[in-house]
């Protein structure tokens, strides 16, 4: 069992930074990919990033591309986003996941991860 706990989020103005964190426990950490998604109101969950651990290659969703960073410290078991120069299509409910296996190109399909963290808001204002 892998436990997910996000933290970081809040509210920015439009072009602002906010770094989001995900804190994981569990024997089987570090799993084979960890990835961001966001959710917004009326919104189908959204894949926004991807990072492998064993390789530490990444993917992005195109409307992060340059602005958004994932990244992971193995050693703290912690899983990062760093969202620059956001904007407000960015507000959204964030949330951590964790898949048991190297999920590829399809790295944003939801169903493909098994552990979901409870999420961390962000609002960005224009």
């Known amino acids: 069992q892998v436990r997910l706990v996000e933290s970081g989020g809040g509210s920015v103005q439009a072009g602002g930074s906010l770094r989001l964190s995900c804190a994981a426990s569990?024997?089987?950490?570090?799993?084979?990919?960890m990835g961001w998604f966001r959710q917004a109101p009326g919104k189908e969950r959204e894949g926004v990033a991807v990072?492998?651990?064993?390789?530490?290659?990444?993917d992005y969703a195109d409307s992060v591309k340059g602005r958004f960073t994932i990244s992971q410290d193995n050693a703290e078991n912690t899983l990062y986003l760093q969202m620059n120069s956001l904007k407000p299509a960015d507000t959204a409910m964030y949330y951590c996941?964790?898949?048991?296996?190297?999920?590829?190109?399809?790295?944003?399909?939801?169903?493909?991860?098994?552990?979901w963290g409870q999420g961390t808001q962000v609002t960005v204002s224009s």
């Open positions: 996941a964790s898949s048991l296996y190297t999920v590829g190109v399809g790295w944003s399909d939801k169903y493909e991860y098994n552990y």
């Open positions: 569990g024997a089987t950490y570090p799993t084979y990919s």
């Open positions: 990072i492998y651990s064993s390789t530490g290659n990444t």
